[in-house]
């Protein structure tokens, strides 16, 4: 595993960059405001970032998950708000598709979305569905020629703007669960925006009612019954996005924390000359040097599995290899890449939350203010440790990928 820069990588990275500092004033303007940017999409569509790591067979730049998490880990300098936006609409978004649609299914959805003429969005969580999505209660009947879905999701990212959502319900009569393809434009589908949230402020969370929606015959993801396989593939790249954000927003919270250390006198002399402050600058260097080499790791293997199935096709001539798991080199990659994923993500949301909060406390009372990006990183971060498996439920993932599936206590 080398995970030194390529010159390509580089080069992206500063893309990236340059449209992070374009949009920096705006964002911080939409947060106070309270809604989405509207530069985002835009700025990031001219580099091609609505597509990153997506095939340029469907209008993506085609580029490895190490270099996306490494535009992610900018993006999350910028907040959490932001690298939210783009890990619904990639990694839990267009991934999925990348990953479980047919070729129709891509040629027909994918291209719209490399171009930013269509959002996208995973509509899992339910009121009474949240670390246990096989409780869900939204269903679909098969009514021969199409699907009716009705339900309700919550919390869905970018849920009042996206054009195309992968659904998640349960057949009335079976009681399987099945991922859908969504059309968000079709008739019996209402959102309604979700206010009061404590961050996160220019991400659109929605709630999605569905009455009665119906859904061509076609858009189902790869069998029925195989939602929740889809969805817990889906929540290892949406893991992954939230581990390389974290990294950046430390690596934010660490660019204030230096600055403001170097200028703000106290006692006679600059506060980073004190050594209680030198801890937390330390700590926070260590964080992310931690959370870097987990993050990048857990690409990796994501990378391996995402090779392996390119290269073995299994995904579109030979759905059984993968899904009844006797596919074995397939099961140790996806195993192993959900694993690192957890472990990444539960350690980097951790570090990036007392990271912030730590930052807060070198800017004393200069960092308790709205408009502080300190401020700003700690609200956002909190949400990090509840979204994409909340980190208690992903410590006994990780014991039970450990111990065996009996110890299995979720
Ligand atoms: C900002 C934000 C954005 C989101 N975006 C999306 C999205 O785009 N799409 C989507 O589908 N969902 C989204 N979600 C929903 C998110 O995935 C859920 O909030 C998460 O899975 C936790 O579910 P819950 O909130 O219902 O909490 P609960 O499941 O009720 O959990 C509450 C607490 O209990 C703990 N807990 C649960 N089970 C156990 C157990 N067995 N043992 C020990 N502790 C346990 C949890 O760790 C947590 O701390 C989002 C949520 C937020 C806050």
């Given at each position: 595993m080398n995970f030194e820069r390529s010159i390509e990588q580089n080069n992206f990275i500063s893309k990236v960059d340059e449209s992070c500092r374009k949009i920096r004033d705006t964002e911080e303007q939409a947060y106070l405001e309270e809604k989405?940017?509207?530069k985002l999409i835009p700025e990031f569509n001219k580099i091609g970032m609505l597509g990153c790591p997506i095939s340029t067979r469907y209008g993506?730049?085609?580029?490895d998950i190490l270099t996306y998490i490494m535009a992610l880990e900018r993006i999350g300098e910028e907040g959490s708000s932001i690298r939210t936006f783009f890990s619904a609409h990639t990694s839990i978004g267009q991934m999925v598709l990348q990953s479980w649609a047919n070729e129709e299914q891509k040629e027909k959805f994918l291209p719209k979305t490399t171009t930013g003429k269509s959002i996208m969005g995973f509509a899992l969580t339910e009121p009474d569905a949240g670390s246990d999505p096989s409780s869900m209660t939204s269903y679909y009947e098969d009514e021969g020629d199409h699907y009716v879905l009705s339900g309700k999701k919550h919390w869905i990212g970018n849920g009042t703007i996206a054009d195309t959502m992968t659904t998640y319900a349960r057949d009335k009569v079976t009681g399987k669960i099945s991922a859908f393809i969504v059309d968000m434009k079709s008739p019996g589908i209402d959102t309604s925006e979700m206010k009061n949230k404590i961050g996160l402020l220019t991400v659109k969370n929605a709630e999605i009612y569905f009455h009665k929606c119906t859904i061509p015959k076609e858009n189902i993801l790869s069998l029925p019954g195989q939602g929740l396989n889809i969805a817990y593939s889906a929540l290892i790249d949406g893991r992954i996005s939230v581990a390389a954000g974290s990294i950046g927003v430390m690596v934010d919270c660490l660019t204030e924390s230096t600055n403001h250390s170097k200028t703000r006198k106290q006692h006679g002399s600059v506060l980073g000359r004190k050594q209680l402050i030198q801890d937390h600058i330390a700590k926070i260097a260590i964080a992310i040097e931690s959370s870097k080499w987990l993050t990048y790791r857990a690409a990796h293997s994501r990378q391996k599995l995402h090779d392996y199935v390119e290269t073995t096709k299994i995904e579109n001539s030979d759905w059984q290899s993968k899904l009844n798991r006797t596919n074995t080199d397939y099961s140790t990659l996806r195993a192993q890449a959900d694993r690192l994923a957890a472990i990444a993500k539960f350690h980097a949301s951790n570090a990036a939350f007392n990271t912030a909060n730590r930052s807060i406390q070198i800017f004393g009372s200069y960092g308790y203010q709205k408009n502080s990006r300190v401020a700003r990183h700690f609200l956002d971060s909190r949400a990090t440790t509840i979204y994409e498996g909340a980190n208690e439920v992903l410590k006994l993932k990780i014991a039970a990928d450990i111990l065996g599936r009996d110890f299995k206590s979720y």
């Open positions: 989405l940017n509207d993506g730049l085609g580029y």
